[in-house]
């Protein structure tokens, strides 16, 4: 949360990407998705398909938003209430964004886990338009033992953290306009989603108390 207040306090372009420590950026990413902007005026976000690797073997394990379990509700030109019911589809390395005057309120605070989702709801609602899907992969997400993934994958306490940001900022996305039924149907889907994973852990307990 620091790191990104700070970032973006000292951000002075038109446009405004950004890329995680542990992930790749490919040839040509920046390029493409500014020249995606300036010929998509009506877009707020655009993102690219990115490669899933393992660390260790540089092997492709998947592509992140193609094989999404969520990507057949997911239109090339989405909207802000997508996010709110689908979750985060957009790869955070993968994000470049339109600079707006409001970036001093797009990173919540209350948030202990969760960073970059509330920030692409703040920022397709300061800006408005569209989150546009650019179908070419010009990034590469890594999976490591430390990654965000792989901790919270292991961890059932943390899934229970990760559960109760996304259940929070769901509710606070009502600043920004978002109906209590979209709201309701984004928290459905992240307690759904949270008590599968709670099954494949033999966490029965809480698989019951989530489903």
């Known amino acids: 949360i620091a790191n990104l207040n700070l970032l973006l306090a000292s951000a002075k372009g038109q446009y405004i990407a950004y890329l995680d420590g542990d992930d790749i950026a490919m040839p040509g990413k920046l390029s493409k998705q500014a020249r995606y902007l300036d010929e998509h005026p009506t877009c707020a976000i655009s993102y690219h398909e990115s490669e899933v690797f393992d660390s260790d073997s540089d092997k492709t394990m998947s592509l992140y938003t193609q094989n999404n379990y969520n990507f057949e509700h997911i239109p090339v030109q989405a909207e802000l209430t997508h996010l709110i019911k689908f979750g985060t589809f957009l790869q955070a390395s993968s994000v470049m964004f339109r600079r707006h005057e409001h970036l001093d309120r797009v990173i919540d605070?209350?948030?202990?886990?969760?960073?970059?989702?509330?920030?692409?709801?703040?920022?397709?609602?300061?800006?408005?338009?569209?989150?546009?899907?650019?179908?070419?992969?010009?990034?590469?997400?890594?999976?490591?033992?430390?990654?965000?993934?792989?901790?919270?994958?292991?961890?059932?306490?943390?899934?229970?953290?990760v559960l109760k940001d996304l259940c929070e900022v769901c509710d606070r996305s009502a600043n920004f306009g978002v109906s209590q039924d979209d709201i309701e149907q984004g928290k459905m889907h992240f307690t759904f989603a949270a008590a599968l994973y709670f099954l494949r852990m033999n966490e029965f307990a809480l698989f019951k108390k989530y489903i």
């Open 109 to 161: 605070m209350h948030s202990s886990i969760i960073v970059d989702y509330p920030m692409h709801i703040a920022n397709t609602y300061f800006i408005g338009g569209t989150i546009d899907y650019i179908d070419e992969v010009l990034g590469r997400y890594r999976v490591h033992n430390e990654s965000f993934g792989a901790q919270t994958a292991r961890s059932v306490t943390r899934r229970e953290k």
